[in-house]
């Protein structure tokens, strides 16, 4: 799935690369903070449920 980080650049993550997922409150505004079972840390301008929405259609596809 694509998703786009805080500072507006587009990667691509694999929903079975995702250890956990949470709602952080920054300057900026509200951001997701995906960690990663290798530990890397991404912010992303997503809310969790969008992205909750978006692993459920990968898994069902």
């Not at 650049?9 to 929903?15: G, N, Y």
């Not at 409150?25 to 992205?51: A, C, M």
Request: hydrophobic content about 30%; proline content about 3%; cysteine-free.
């Amino acid at each position: 799935m694509y998703l786009k980080d805080t500072d507006g650049i587009l990667f691509e993550i694999k929903p079975d690369e995702i250890k956990d997922l949470r709602t952080r409150h920054g300057k900026r505004g509200d951001f997701t903070r995906i960690v990663t079972h290798d530990n890397q840390i991404f912010n992303v301008e997503e809310s969790v449920p969008y992205i909750m929405k978006l692993i459920t259609k990968e898994k069902t596809s």
